[in-house]
Structures are given as structure tokens and as C-alpha cells.
């Protein structure tokens, strides 16, 4: 398939941001024979909290579908309710053994497949139904969803490998040289971690005023976070397709019931949205991690763009709570041996605490099994679209 015009892909995107019904159907060849195709729905959310459904189709060659829903202002959460021909895939009450998880987010929502091992197992070809959720109350205006499915290519080419386009924000570091060049060299290991090509496609610096509401970003509450929220937000003239946003913030805390403590990143979803520019669009990592040392900041970039490109965490730090993968170890809290209410690296080994998706920096070396590399390589985000 030949590169389709950058105008029908500035078409798509308008209509998420503005509401364009109708509008929207592309495809770009990403160069690995893979292709994007993408439609808008426009669902009204009533006052029972629950939209009409509404409707589309996925090819049967089709490798993943995303959907995002951008509400800006929406202060209830937002969650979607999917079915796949005519059998209910995912809803908000959704419990922790679904096939594919949900999160439910304020401002912009997004969900991915495949994200667990049934996800692998099944196509998302198929007819689909869309229903929006609103927890809190109406929504005043009809919410576009952007739904972008990636098809493979012919046969001969193989498994889907795209690259990844990365744009680095570098806040508040005051063009400081040596900490885009610890970026770049811990992006050059994180490709190596993740087995996939990464490019810089950007790099943009936020100093001064613009930087000083982001001297500390507090990430408790992930991706709902109000700091990462408008960290993700702020206009900063980047391409809204086609690229990941990458933040490198002086320092992430997050607040815990014994106090604050320093964290090393955070992604504004799992997966974040295919249309950056919106509340959750991005990941955050520290400076100081990446100045620590560089296999920290390695692991800790590796770690989030997992996150950004649809992975779960192995093990939740209550061990009460893991991933929908069967190649990957739990680590359950019986292995909680100082009754910590923790389950810390040390006493995970040889139950995922050599996974790169553990919830905590474990191994020296961490890896990914095969299902993990195949949910990365099958991410429409790993799709490049042309610059508008
Ligand atoms: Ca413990
Ligand atoms: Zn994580």
C-alpha cells in the first residue's frame, strides 16, 4: 500500500479534536508493510451516564485496535464499554481477569488490544460496539473517539516490526547539553531492552516560566495525576501523530500513606493515546534517574514506553494483582516474607523480578518474554505517519 496523503491524516485528527462526524477514514504505509486505518465516532453521553452505541467494522487482517476518547474539562471518569461481535469484551465494571484490561481515566481514555494472552489469541477483525461511560454525571457534548486499527502486511513480510518515533521534552533543564545526551544514550539502550528501532524525531526544551510549574511532578494517582495531566497537556507545537512524547522532568515523587518518595517514571496510560497533544499523551521520566546512572535511566525509559505501548506491570507492588499474560511469572504475596504488605524485588526472584514490566527496578538485566515483544511490535503507534 503507497503513502496516502499527510491531509487525510490532518483530517482524522481534526476530527478527534473538533468532532467531525463522518470524517476520517486513512491509511498510511508505515515503510514495514504494516498499515493504519482509523475512523471518528462521536458518542453523547445522556444523563443515565451511558451513551448510545455505536458502530464500526475492523478488517479480518487487522494486528490491533486502539480507542480514545478526548473529553477535555471532564472532571467524572471516563470509561468505554466494547463488544466484538455481538459478545461483550470489555465494560468499567470489568474484572481483573479480563482478557484485556481498562482503565478509567479523566479528560481522554484510551484502551488497546491485544493487551493479555486471549487478547494475542484473537483478531480484533470482526463488528464492533462502542459505548461511552461517564461516571459522574452527563457530558455536555458529543465525545469524539478516534479508533485506529493496524492491518499487516503481505504474508511474506512476517511478523510486524515498525519503529518507534520518539520526541524528547526536555523540562527545565535550562540547555544543559549532557542531559539531552543522557536521554539519547538511554533511549539507544531502551530500543535494545524492547528489541525496537527508535528514532529521535524531535527534541524541544521547556525552560524558564514554563518549566517552573514542573520542577517536582507529583505522579501519585498514575496517569489521573493533575501534574502529569498538564505536564502531557501544555501546547508544545509537536507533531500529534506518528511520534511518542517523551518528558525528562527534573524529579517524580509520589505521596504514599508513610510519606513521599522519588520515582524514576511514569507513563500517562497503558497504552497512552495514538494522538498525542491530550492529557494522558506522553510518559515521564526524572532527571535524576537518567543522571543516576546509566542503567537506570535504561531500564526506567524502557519501562515506560512498555507501558506507553500497552503493557501491564507482571506483578502490582501488593502482588494482588498481575498482568493477563501466561509467559510471565507472578509474584503473589505469599512471597511476601517480611509481611511488609510489599512484594520488593528481592524476594520476587525467579518469579518476575527479571522482568522489565516488574513494578520495581529488580534485575540487572531485565527482559520481556515473546508475548510482551509481540504486544509492542503490534502497536499502531509504532506506525509512522507523515508530518502534516
Ligand atoms: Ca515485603
Ligand atoms: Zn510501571
Given at each position: 500500500?503507497?503513502?496516502?496523503?499527510?491531509?487525510?491524516?490532518?483530517a482524522?485528527?481534526?476530527?478527534?479534536?473538533?468532532?467531525?462526524?463522518?470524517?476520517?477514514?486513512?491509511?498510511?504505509?508505515?515503510?514495514?508493510?504494516s498499515?493504519?486505518?482509523?475512523?471518528?465516532?462521536?458518542?453523547?453521553?445522556?444523563?443515565?451516564?451511558?451513551s448510545?452505541?455505536v458502530?464500526?467494522?475492523?478488517?479480518p487482517?487487522?494486528?490491533?485496535?486502539?480507542?480514545?476518547?478526548r473529553a477535555?474539562?471532564?472532571?467524572?471518569?471516563?470509561?468505554?464499554?466494547?463488544?466484538?461481535?455481538?459478545?461483550?469484551r470489555?465494560?468499567?465494571?470489568?474484572?481483573a481477569?479480563?482478557?484485556d484490561?481498562?482503565?478509567?481515566?479523566?479528560?481522554?481514555?484510551?484502551?488497546?488490544?491485544?493487551?493479555?494472552?486471549?487478547?494475542?489469541?484473537r483478531?480484533?477483525?470482526?463488528?464492533?460496539?462502542?459505548?461511552?461511560?461517564?461516571?459522574?454525571?452527563?457530558?455536555?457534548?458529543?465525545?469524539?473517539?478516534?479508533?485506529?486499527?493496524?492491518?499487516?502486511?503481505?504474508?511474506?513480510?512476517?511478523?510486524?516490526?515498525?519503529?518507534?518515533?520518539v520526541?524528547?521534552?526536555l523540562?527545565?533543564?535550562?540547555?544543559?547539553?549532557?542531559?539531552?545526551a543522557?536521554a539519547?544514550?538511554?533511549?539507544?539502550?531502551?530500543?535494545?531492552?524492547?528489541?525496537?528501532?527508535?528514532?529521535?524525531?524531535?527534541?524541544?526544551?521547556?525552560?524558564?516560566?514554563?518549566?517552573?510549574?514542573?520542577?517536582?511532578?507529583?505522579?501519585?494517582?498514575?496517569?489521573?495525576?493533575?501534574?502529569?495531566?498538564?505536564?502531557?497537556?501544555?501546547?508544545?507545537?509537536?507533531?500529534?501523530?506518528?511520534?511518542?512524547p517523551?518528558?525528562?522532568v527534573?524529579?517524580?515523587?509520589?505521596?504514599?500513606?508513610t510519606?513521599?518518595?522519588d520515582?524514576?517514571?511514569?507513563?500517562?496510560?497503558?497504552?497512552?493515546?495514538?494522538?498525542?497533544?491530550?492529557?494522558?499523551?506522553?510518559?515521564?521520566?526524572?532527571?535524576?534517574?537518567?543522571?543516576l546512572?546509566?542503567r537506570?535511566?535504561?531500564?526506567?525509559?524502557?519501562?515506560?514506553l512498555?507501558?506507553?505501548?500497552?503493557?501491564?506491570?507482571?506483578?502490582?507492588?501488593?502482588?494482588?494483582?498481575?498482568?493477563?499474560?501466561t509467559?510471565?511469572p507472578?509474584?503473589?504475596?505469599a512471597?511476601?516474607?517480611?509481611g511488609?504488605?510489599?512484594v520488593?524485588?528481592?524476594?520476587?526472584?525467579?518469579?518476575?523480578?527479571?522482568?522489565?514490566?516488574?513494578?520495581?527496578?529488580?534485575?540487572?538485566?531485565?527482559?520481556?518474554?515473546?508475548?510482551?515483544?509481540?504486544?509492542?511490535?503490534?502497536?499502531?503507534?509504532?506506525?509512522?505517519?507523515?508530518?502534516?
Open positions: 500500500m503507497q503513502p496516502r496523503s499527510s491531509a487525510v491524516v490532518a482524522a485528527l481534526g476530527a478527534l479534536l473538533a468532532g467531525c462526524p463522518g470524517c476520517g477514514d486513512d491509511a498510511v504505509d508505515p515503510g514495514d508493510g498499515s493504519v486505518e482509523s475512523q471518528t465516532l462521536l458518542l453523547t453521553v445522556g444523563a443515565s451516564g451511558l448510545d452505541p458502530s464500526f467494522v475492523v478488517p487482517d487487522a494486528l490491533s485496535l486502539h480507542l480514545t476518547a477535555p474539562g471532564a472532571t467524572g471518569k471516563l470509561a468505554f464499554e466494547l463488544s466484538q461481535d455481538g459478545q461483550l470489555v465494560s468499567y465494571q470489568t474484572p481477569t479480563a482478557d484490561a481498562l482503565l478509567s481515566v479523566h479528560d481522554e481514555l484510551a484502551w488497546g488490544t491485544p493487551a493479555s494472552t486471549a487478547g494475542l489469541a483478531s480484533p477483525g470482526g463488528s464492533w460496539e462502542v459505548k461511552l461511560r461517564h461516571l459522574g454525571g452527563a457530558l455536555p457534548a458529543p465525545v469524539p473517539v478516534l479508533a485506529v486499527w493496524r492491518r499487516a502486511g503481505p504474508p511474506e513480510r512476517g511478523e510486524p516490526r515498525g519503529r518507534l518515533g520526541s524528547l521534552v523540562v527545565g533543564r535550562d540547555g544543559d547539553s549532557a542531559a539531552e543522557a539519547r544514550r538511554a533511549l539507544d539502550g531502551a530500543a535494545n531492552l524492547l528489541d525496537l528501532p527508535i528514532d529521535v524525531a524531535a527534541v524541544v526544551h521547556v525552560d524558564g516560566a514554563a518549566a517552573a510549574p514542573f520542577a517536582t511532578v507529583d505522579v501519585s494517582g498514575g496517569a489521573d495525576a493533575a501534574g502529569m495531566r498538564a505536564l502531557f497537556a501544555q501546547p508544545l507545537g509537536l507533531p500529534a501523530l506518528g511520534t511518542l517523551l518528558f525528562v527534573p524529579r517524580l515523587t509520589e505521596t504514599t500513606p510519606g513521599g518518595l520515582v524514576f517514571g511514569s507513563s500517562g496510560g497503558i497504552p497512552i493515546p495514538v494522538a498525542s497533544g491530550g492529557a494522558h499523551g506522553g510518559v515521564a521520566v526524572s532527571a535524576a534517574a537518567l543522571a546512572d546509566r537506570t535511566g535504561t531500564i526506567a525509559i524502557a519501562h515506560e512498555g507501558h506507553a505501548l500497552g503493557l501491564l506491570h507482571t506483578s502490582e507492588p501488593s502482588g494482588g494483582a498481575h498482568d493477563h499474560l509467559s510471565t507472578e509474584c503473589t504475596s512471597r511476601d516474607s517480611d511488609s504488605g510489599t520488593l524485588p528481592e524476594e520476587c526472584s525467579g518469579a518476575g523480578a527479571e522482568n522489565l514490566m516488574f513494578w520495581a527496578l529488580g534485575s540487572a538485566a531485565p527482559t520481556l518474554s515473546a508475548e510482551q515483544h509481540a504486544i509492542l511490535n503490534r502497536s499502531p503507534l509504532l506506525v509512522k505517519w507523515p508530518a502534516p
